[in-house]
């Protein structure tokens, strides 16, 4: 793959520029400049905390890679296509444990900042 860290993130990602630019701008610990319409406080808030729960989304999925006993053949996967520990950890490459609920009881269980993780994800589940 060739380009920039924000054709990177837009392919891998799926994301648009908009929000690979943000993403990327907050790894960085970039804060952006909003020009025209605003953003209302509450909406601003939202996206805040959306962003939050799924930073603590992509830590678990790379924590369970990292250490988890069933990441054997998923690291056995990764590492016969080309990708070695310091790009798993550069990417925050993860690993997604067998069963449908372990990141929702990891999310709904605790810190960090609990309330907010749980309201957000109520929130976003919402129609």
């Given at each position: 793959?060739?380009?920039?860290?924000?054709?990177?993130?837009?392919?891998?990602?799926?994301?648009?520029?908009?929000?690979?630019?943000?993403?990327?701008?907050?790894?960085?610990?970039?804060?952006?400049?909003?020009?025209?319409?605003?953003?209302?406080?509450?909406?601003?808030?939202?996206?805040?905390?959306?962003?939050?729960?799924?930073?603590?989304?992509?830590?678990?999925?790379?924590?369970?890679?990292?250490?988890?006993?069933?990441?054997?053949?998923?690291?056995?996967?990764?590492?016969?296509?080309?990708?070695?520990?310091?790009?798993?950890?550069k990417f925050q490459?993860?690993?997604?444990?067998?069963?449908r609920n372990a990141?929702?009881?990891?999310?709904?269980?605790?810190?960090?900042?609990?309330?907010?993780?749980?309201?957000a994800a109520a929130?976003?589940?919402?129609?």
């Amino acid at each position: 793959m060739s380009g920039d860290a924000i054709s990177f993130l837009r392919e891998t990602e799926h994301l648009d520029f908009v929000a690979a630019v943000e993403q990327l701008a907050d790894r960085l610990g970039i804060e952006l400049r909003r020009t025209g319409g605003g953003e209302d406080p509450a909406e601003r808030q939202r996206r805040k905390q959306l962003h939050a729960l799924l930073e603590r989304a992509a830590e678990f999925f790379h924590d369970q890679l990292l250490g988890s006993p069933h990441d054997g053949p998923a690291r056995t996967y990764l590492r016969g296509r080309g990708y070695d520990r310091e790009l798993v950890e550069k990417f925050q490459i993860g690993y997604a444990p067998p069963g449908r609920n372990a990141l929702a009881r990891v999310l709904l269980a605790g810190p960090p900042d609990a309330d907010a993780d749980a309201d957000a994800a109520a929130r976003a589940a919402a129609p």
